[in-house]
């Protein structure tokens, strides 16, 4: 929607080089718990939650429980579904922040790497027959979100979403991420954009454009068709 208006982008550009530096996605929380995203990013996942109305969502990358928590809250608002959290390494007061709260009821944490085999087998048994929504939000570094992308972009129903966050990694200038393995050359943008390439089954929905300020340019994607 936004996207051809120049003048909007460079100073969403501009702005974003400041509140990555700040850790602004770190001052806002879901029902108590700290959620670590840009709130136009959570205003558009309600968004796509209500459209799709998904019987499971699927988070790779929990850290300290509000997006679960958020998910949890949507699902209850249309009265089903569930959340499967993937995380390889859950604080234990994580752990007891998300299982003492009144929405503990819809998630379910699966313990290991997003990307190792016996966790998609186990995740390959709870999608059957369900409208799946998938969010990646684990390791950052192109070869990982890479492997995510090929590994959940089967189990997303047609006309659900494949959320791929932080993309917007790659258009900040080189050293403004220290201290992570990911950063310009090397990101979730990088990798969305060589899966892109390859695969036809995704679309990315410009309906989100119009967010402006978000962690997650391109990030947005519709699935079109299956897989043959």
């Known amino acids: ?11 969403w550009q501009s702005f974003h080089r400041e509140i990555v530096k700040i850790k602004y996605a770190y001052n806002f929380k879901w029902c108590g718990i700290p959620i670590l995203k840009i709130p136009q990013d959570i205003i558009a996942l ?21 997006s679960c928590i958020f998910f949890a809250s949507m699902l209850e608002l249309l009265g089903r579904g569930e959340v499967i959290g993937v995380e390889i390494g859950l604080y234990p007061e994580t752990r007891k922040t998300i299982f003492e709260h009144p929405l503990s009821k819809r998630i379910t944490i699966i313990d290991g790497s997003s990307t190792d085999i016996k966790v998609i087998n186990k995740i390959k048994e709870l999608v059957k027959g369900k409208m799946v929504m998938v ?94």
């Not at 047609?158 to 959320?163: D, F, T």
């Not at 990315?204 to 299956?226: A, E, F």
């Open 1 to 11: 929607m936004y996207e051809d208006n120049e003048s909007l982008q460079k100073a």
């Open 46 to 66: 309600q968004e796509i939650i209500w459209k799709v109305r998904p019987d499971l969502i699927i988070e790779t990358g929990v850290a300290h429980g509000g």
């Open 135 to 228: 969010c990646l939000d684990s390791d950052h570094t192109h070869d990982h979100v890479l492997k995510e992308l090929e590994l959940y972009s089967p189990i997303v129903s047609i006309g659900s979403y494949l959320v791929v966050d932080d993309t917007g990694v790659e258009d900040l200038p080189e050293g403004t991420v220290s201290n992570r393995a990911w950063g310009k050359g090397n990101n979730p943008g990088t990798a969305l954009a060589e899966f892109l390439k390859k695969n036809t089954n995704f679309i990315v929905d410009k309906t989100y454009t119009k967010l402006i300020i978000t962690g997650s340019p391109g990030g947005y994607l519709r699935k079109v068709i299956n897989y043959l």
